[in-house]
């Protein structure tokens, strides 16, 4: 079942939506929450790269949020987490169980889903007494450290970087907002699993990127697995044979159907 154009806010006269996919009969079952990529700049909820999870019994929202066009950092970031929170509180309306949350997304979406699982709690970004918690992240490719150099055309990565924050990525003020923008800063070891997915050959985003916070999450004691898709570029298939197992035997492991967990009872093997 589609369930489309779904207003979840409204700010400075912009309003976003979202898109729900629903399995079959479904009675609270586990959430993937899609966050598109397109360099926070373009793009929207109408490309979901895990629709085809309702099939095995998942519900998937796919949501708009504030591009660089109408609005900085961390605009899309509050946007993302309003979504959640949004689904939270309809979670019976549209049968989520709000305890089995999965974060998703490619690129600059990759980057917001991982953002989110490691910021829970983050008072700036979440609406008041708001459980911004998710239980699992899958990230396809998203840049992970904005203050790292990029070897491939960095003019028109700073470009996209200085949009982003608001201010250029090399000043003082713009060091600072990349730090608050890295998903490393905030990681402690109280992360939910991560799965990060990255092609070997991404000359957009660097696979250096995905090492960093797979990097970060080890040292702290994180459950992270990362599956290199080799040969691939960016924007790879997300449902080739093999990377669709991969994603599909992490949902199955940390967010099973039918089984309600904590991702601290539950490490990789």
């Avoid at 605009?75 to 998703?104: G, H, M, Q, T, W």
């Avoid at 991560?194 to 995905?210: A, N, R, Y």
Wanted: aromatic share 8%; glycine share 8%.
């Amino acid at each position: 079942m589609e369930i489309l154009d779904i207003p979840y806010k409204k700010i400075d006269g912009v309003s976003l939506y979202m898109d729900l996919f629903l399995p079959d009969d479904a009675q609270s079952v586990p959430l993937i929450m899609w966050i598109h990529g397109g360099a926070w700049k373009k793009g929207d909820r109408k490309w979901c790269g895990l629709k085809n999870q309702t099939a095995r019994g998942f519900a998937v929202a796919s949501i708009d949020y504030r591009l660089t066009t109408v609005a900085p950092f961390p605009a899309c970031i509050e946007d993302c987490k309003s979504a959640l929170v949004f689904l939270r509180e309809n979670a019976s309306k549209y049968s989520i169980d709000p305890s089995r949350v999965c974060v998703a997304g490619d690129s600059a979406g990759g980057h917001l889903a991982a953002l989110m699982g490691v910021s829970s709690g983050h008072a700036d970004w979440e609406p008041e007494n708001a459980d911004c918690s998710v239980q699992a992240v899958i990230d396809f490719y998203g840049p992970s450290q904005m203050r790292r150099d990029y070897p491939n055309n960095p003019n028109h990565i700073f470009e996209i970087l200085n949009a982003l924050l608001g201010e250029n990525v090399l000043t003082p003020r713009g060091l600072m907002l990349a730090a608050a923008a890295s998903p490393q800063t905030y990681i402690n070891g109280s992360e939910p699993p991560f799965l990060l997915l990255h092609g070997d050959k991404d000359d957009i985003v660097p696979i250096e990127q995905s090492y960093l916070l797979r990097d970060e999450l080890e040292k702290h004691g994180s459950t992270v697995l990362m599956h290199t898709v080799l040969g691939g570029g960016h924007c790879f298939d997300h449902n080739s044979p093999d990377v669709k197992a991969v994603v599909d035997n992490f949902l199955a492991y940390f967010l099973p159907c039918g089984e309600t967990i904590s991702h601290n009872d539950r490490k990789w093997k």
